[in-house]
């Protein structure tokens, strides 16, 4: 469970904290350091339909992809939380 708070909190910040969106975006490995093994590595390959299935709100999980991070964007995103 404190995954999943740790991922929508990381989906709020990279939404209103440009810096922290920036170093995101520069060093996504050093970014999910402190997250479990599975939940980094699903962070990294923009699996947002298995962070849903985790718990984390789909509201929040977009933010990953209007933001431009770990590879995702609006239309990808479209197609990784319907598969």
Request: hydrophobic residues 45%; contains cysteine.
């Amino acid at each position: 469970m404190m995954a999943v708070f740790a991922v929508e909190r990381l989906c709020h910040r990279i939404s209103h904290d440009p810096a922290y969106r920036d170093a995101v975006r520069s060093d996504p490995v050093a970014a999910v350091a402190g997250f479990p093994p599975e939940v980094r590595a699903e962070l990294l390959s923009g699996d947002v339909l298995a962070l849903y299935h985790r718990g984390v709100h789909p509201v929040l999980l977009v933010r990953l992809a209007t933001h431009r991070v770990f590879g995702l964007t609006p239309e990808l995103y479209g197609r990784r939380i319907t598969s």
